[in-house]
């Protein structure tokens, strides 16, 4: 069964320091990804995702990932935060069913930033 | 431009008390519907699935159900609620495979 792992649940930056959100995936054929933000009481918006093509992918808010087919991951960055950035961000993986495409997400990791 | 619409934002009902939370979608036609529940500090499970009118998918068995009356109308129900159903349900839809999911606000539930 498809999978998202996020091994921190936590994680405190201070602004203006870089950022690597951690993500593996399980999934048996080609994954579809996703990171997506949410802030407190708020729904979800899509930061980027991943169908094919290059494995560098661009997103709003000068986030970027990585996908690495060996290693199963696809980590979030950013290279300077904002105090904005502090909010919960989820790893996905488009699943294909019987029915159609479900969406499997990690745990999430909360972002905290310090002044 | 597509939007979703879901609400009440927030709700507290008793346990027993029946419930509906509805989400429409406006700017698209015939899209593949969802519902998920967030529990406190917990990511997000699917609780129901649906590609067109009258079809619902779930996949984990529990103490709610939903019906999609209309094209871009998905409603979440249940006869009696539990204590457990409490959390923050979210409503998203999407354009079938390998496609992103675009979410609705949020509902938080909480039952009493």
């Known amino acids: 069964a498809q999978s998202v792992t996020q091994p921190d649940i936590h994680i405190t930056v201070s602004e203006g320091a870089s950022l690597e959100l951690r993500c593996n995936y399980s999934?048996?054929?080609?994954?579809?990804l996703f990171w997506y933000v949410q802030s407190p009481g708020q729904g979800l918006q899509l930061l980027l995702k991943?169908?094919?093509?290059?494995?560098l992918v661009q997103g709003i808010k000068g986030f970027e990932a990585e996908f690495k087919r060996s290693q199963s991951s696809f980590n979030l960055r950013k290279p300077s935060v904002h105090w904005s950035d502090a909010a919960e961000y989820f790893c996905?993986?488009?699943?294909?069913?019987?029915?159609?495409?479900?969406?499997?997400f990690g745990p999430g990791t909360r972002l905290s930033v310090l002044p | 431009s597509q939007t979703i619409h879901q609400w009440p934002a927030t709700l507290v009902q008793p346990v027993g008390s029946p419930l509906s939370l509805e989400c429409t979608v406006e700017?698209?036609?015939?899209?593949?519907l969802y519902w998920y529940r967030q529990a406190a500090g917990r990511g997000l499970q699917l609780l129901f699935y649906?590609?067109?009118?009258?079809?619902i998918s779930s996949e984990v068995p529990q103490n709610l159900s939903a019906s999609r009356p209309q094209d871009r109308q998905f409603i979440l129900s249940s006869k009696k609620l539990l204590l457990s159903d409490s959390g923050f349900y979210l409503c998203?839809?999407?354009?079938?495979?390998?496609?992103?999911?675009?979410f609705g606000q949020g509902t938080r539930l909480t039952v009493v």
């Open positions: 998203a839809w999407g354009r079938g495979l390998n496609t992103e999911a675009f």
């Open positions: 999934y048996g054929a080609t994954p579809y």
């Open positions: 991943y169908f094919s093509g290059d494995t």
């Open positions: 996905a993986v488009g699943a294909v069913r019987n029915y159609g495409q479900n969406f499997v």
């Open positions: 700017g698209t036609s015939n899209p593949n």
């Open positions: 649906s590609v067109g009118i009258g079809q």
